[in-house]
């Protein structure tokens, strides 16, 4: 799914700088589809760019939701493919952490 994201952002005129997976094999053979050389395993390996690239798009299997508090604790917006996470109850935990 991360492709087809990731190709109508650069579509669009979005500047694709990383590709974050937790499997280095995946993420490598994404960003070379899209000319990228920056792998992560991570958000927060990217945490520290400028503010124009402070935006993701998170694509994780559900069991791995942690990339959406990761992504809110270095301050990157997030956009997220539904299932947001499990249950109701975590949802609105997420939402409520991300307030803050």
Known sequence: MGYWHARAAQYLG???VAVVDPDPKRATALARKFGLVATAADASEHSAEGSHRRRAHL???LFSRFSHMRAIECG???LVEKPLVESLEKTRRLVEDAGR
């Open 59 to 61: 694509f994780a299997r």
């Open 76 to 78: 990157i917006n997030a």
């Open 14 to 16: 979005a500047e694709l």
